[in-house]
């Protein structure tokens, strides 16, 4: 069990790995001691499990174990404060804007990772997201850890261990931490204890995120994030017609791309402005205005850029709700089957029941297997709109 207090504190539900995580960090103080470390601690690792089973919370609390001045992830100095602030010097997080990693953007973090650290202990790069490395990026990454510099340890995070997500001669390089989706009374205990959330409020959002810590914080707190999830519920009791089916898949595009634009707005804004400040927007001498207008093409790559940062928020949005609305088919296909399980969305169990009146197991599965094929489609870039539409239809017929 974590202590609470450490960085691995807030790791929901994973005794195993944390305890794998503790004893590599312990291996990696031995190696600096020049005591041995053994077989415990290597250079690479990858980081999977489902959607909120806390990948990247695994990597960053192992990145400040690493940087920890005892070498036990003691949560309290400053390597261990630095690392989970996001602000070591030697601790370097990659989160893609876009759709993508790309080629030039790898090269440069593989470059930097290769620098001996500046005052931690080790170099670590931690690429969250990695099965969205492209097939240049996975390369140029490849080489880095096929002959890793000495102090530097590379921590990826990605949705599975299937080669198709991420290259498998990476992960063939690479030890494997697999997180496991914590229970729902896991989830709620951690809101209770670190968000200060009532304690019927984080059971109920902890059942309704399924297990996905970040999302059941959002719930329990966000009233936006409330009334978005009451709205995709409410799809089922639309769906009256086709006329319905195609407002029902815009009113669910639309909500996704407001969703996303106001996640995004403020860091768009901030950017353009400081790009343009450093170009020398508004300035008054000499040569000013020459420079700003031979700005443009980094300009448009800034836009570029943040049009693709959107389109991901967008997505993550509309998956988001798809993960909402599969719960609720869940559901239904548990009551006809008269499962005995809990169910996901407590407070749509009575339109879920009526569903189960209407429906045999047959249709319920079939609408469920409809949300989670939409999802599958959209992951292969299928158009958002066109793949909701489908599956709207398919929910009515």
Known sequence: MSVVGDVFADLVGQDEAVATLRQAAAGAV?????????????????????PGSGRSVAARAFAAALQCETGTGCGECTGCHT????????VRFVTPDGLSIGVGE?????????????????QVLVIEDADRLTEQAGNALLKAVEEPPPRTVFLLCTPSTHPDDISVTIRSRCRVVTLRQPSAAAVASVLVRRDGVAPDTAAWAAAAAQGHVGRARRLARDADARRRRDAVLAVPRRLTGVGACFDAASAL????????AAAVSEMDSSERAALETALGAGGTGRGASGAIRGAAGQLKDLEKRQKSRATRAQRDALDRALVDLAGFYRDVLA????????PVHTDADDLAAAAARKWGPEDALRRLEAVLACRTAIEANVKPRIAVEAMMLSLWA
């Open 83 to 90: 690392t989970m602030g996001g602000t070591h010097a030697d």
């Open 30 to 50: 031995a190696i600096l001691d020049g005591t041995g470390g053994g077989s415990a601690m290597t250079h690479a690792w990858i980081f999977t499990g489902p």
């Open 335 to 342: 009551r006809t089957m008269r499962a005995p399980v809990e």
């Open 253 to 260: 595009i639309e909500a996704a791309e407001a969703e996303a």
């Open 106 to 122: 790898m090269r440069a973090l593989v470059l930097r990772a290769a620098s001996a650290p500046t005052g931690g202990r080790w």
